[in-house]
């Protein structure tokens, strides 16, 4: 665990020192949990969400996309709950005066019991090697056994206390358990109160005439107060979806694990709308979509698992996320919902408006009903750096440190490194770089010695680097290296954009998610 944890402070170090992230306001000593994405960090999740956009707009027939407004009539956040219902459970521990999540105390409980199963688990696999038996192991072992019964007892204990929304009990399970502030070490906490997400402002000319509306803290309202407008000026049929990449804002009682909780982030979302009595199929088909989607990216698809909801928003009939295995354990990355009709019912009941589709094949009118796919921005972005980071032992004893990004979402696709800075070998590198830079992202790097240069492409995810030496001047043909590999091999300066852009093309991942 020791071990995750420092891999996640080198990986967040990594971020800064290459200009992928860095702290909002810094110069001002930061603002809590807001960051800013540098030059590195913003053309990753530009490709990020390209990769997402196109996915959705492009492999799909029926998905088309919109950008709905950060401020809406504030009866619009009325009408889906946020108002009177976005809250989280907020306990405080008396000594440090620090806020916590009651529900994530308890979530880490749980996975504390988990990592002591798996510890138990991976010596029992060292001792007993390929002879080992897992599932006989977890059924028989004693340790296990008795870790499985408190991981039981607990979760079963803590989902009906979610699902029964009884903050008492959920504060009676932290003191059961025995969890401690962090800070202080002590067991002295508050009771559990509800805690609104919302951030409000106020929209007018003056401050008498000014009304009360919010930052939204989701993106998909948006979605629905438009279905009506997308449906009929691009007369679509019964299903399709609408897709949106926006921010998002939520007054978070703890911001934490750097860019993963933030009150300012990003969302790519899909609101699917199909009729009633099909969503549950349409469910399981964006489920099995989306995960392809994931692993398409190489990362492992050990690293994914599904994670079904027991605790339903009262809104839906089924949800699951897809969870990524970050350096301090799975985390949700993306979530998939049924959502029923409630949001298109709700906006029917408090706008006034008639929004029912009227099926021609089944010649009736009804509210469609809603399959959500929402995944953070943000979220992976953290996902492809911890995934991709790697510090690898070279032969002599030398370490590089290496980001192993996707070819089509790497920064910086090429760079082009003159041997040295002379004998017209710059302004050759120079030549290159102008011609390449209408296809794909590509920057000259004359600073350092040749290896240096290498290290430091590594270290930022260019899956190509070139070398344009004295050969280069007598038979235009250059030396290009494979980050991955490092091998090396010659290549006409005339072949460059057609093989590079075949390597970062985001075709070849659509390609993957299409198969």
């Known amino acids: ?18 200009g992928f992230v860095f702290p909002s306001s810094e110069i001002y000593d930061g603002l809590g949990a807001v960051y800013d994405y540098g030059q590195l960090g913003s053309e990753l999740k530009n490709n990020i969400k390209r990769y997402w956009w196109d996915a959705m707009t492009l492999l799909q027939d029926n998905v088309v996309g919109i950008d709905s407004a950060i401020f809406m009539h504030p009866t619009i956040w009325k009408a889906s709950g946020h108002v009177d219902a976005f809250n989280d459970p907020l306990i405080d521990n008396k000594d440090s005066k620090k806020r916590y999540r009651a529900d994530v105390l308890i979530e880490e409980q749980l996975a504390k019991f988990e990592d002591k199963i798996a510890k138990e688990v991976a010596k029992a696999a060292k001792k007993f090697g390929d002879a080992f038996d897992e599932a006989k192991f977890k059924e028989t072992n004693p340790r296990v056994l008795e ?31 025995e969890i401690v502030c962090p800070i202080s070490g002590t067991r002295n906490w ?20 000014a009304m009360k509306v919010y930052l939204r803290p989701e993106t998909a309202q948006g979605i629905f107060v438009n279905y009506l407008n997308v449906q009929k000026t691009g007369r679509m049929k019964v299903p399709f979806g609408i897709a949106q990449i926006g921010k998002a804002f939520r007054n978070e009682i703890v911001a934490r694990q750097f860019i ?38 190489g990362l ?24 990524f295995e970050m350096p301090f354990g799975f985390k949700e990355v993306e979530g998939i919902h049924s959502r029923t009709d409630f949001d298109l019912k709700r906006h029917e009941e408090f706008s006034g408006k008639n929004i029912k589709y009227f099926d021609p094949e089944l010649g009736e009118s009804y509210v469609p009903y809603v399959i959500e796919t929402s995944i953070g921005v943000d ?36 760079a082009v490194l003159p041997l040295v800075r002379k004998d017209g070998l710059d302004a050759k590198a120079r030549k290159i770089v102008s011609e ?75 390609k993957k998610i299409s198969e």
């Open 1 to 18: 665990m020791a071990q995750q944890e420092d891999l996640f402070k080198k990986v967040v170090s990594h971020c800064k020192e290459y």
């Open 147 to 177: 870790n499985q019964a408190k991981w039981n007892a607990l979760h079963e204990r803590f989902s009906q206390a979610l699902n029964d929304n009884n903050l008492e009990e959920l504060r009676q399970i932290i003191i059961d358990q």
């Open 190 to 209: 508050t009771e559990v109160r509800q805690f609104n997400l919302m951030f409000a402002t106020e929209m007018g000319s003056t401050a008498d005439g």
């Open 260 to 297: 993963f909780r933030m009150r300012e982030f990003e969302q790519m979302e899909m609101q699917f709308f199909v009729r009633p009595g099909e969503e549950l199929d349409w469910f399981r088909k964006w489920k099995e979509t989306r995960l392809k989607w994931h692993k398409a990216l």
């Open 300 to 323: 492992g698809d050990a690293k994914y698992r599904y994670h079904d909801h027991e605790k339903l928003a009262h809104y839906a009939n089924a949800a699951t996320d897809i969870e």
């Open 379 to 414: 979220r992976m972005f953290l996902s492809l750096m911890c995934g991709s980071y790697e510090e690898e032992k070279l032969e002599g004893g030398d370490t590089r440190t290496v980001l192993r990004l996707p070819a089509p979402l790497a920064p910086v696709k090429l």
């Open 436 to 510: 390449l830079r209408f296809d794909f992202n590509c920057q000259i790097d004359e600073k350092d010695s040749i290896g240096k240069r290498y290290r430091r492409q590594d270290a930022i995810g260019t899956p190509f680097c070139i070398t344009v030496d004295h050969q280069t001047m007598e038979d235009n043909t250059v030396t290009i290296r494979y980050r991955d590999t490092m091998l090396q091999e010659r290549i006409a300066i005339s072949e460059l954009a057609r093989f590079i852009g075949e390597q970062v093309s985001m075709k070849s991942l659509l």
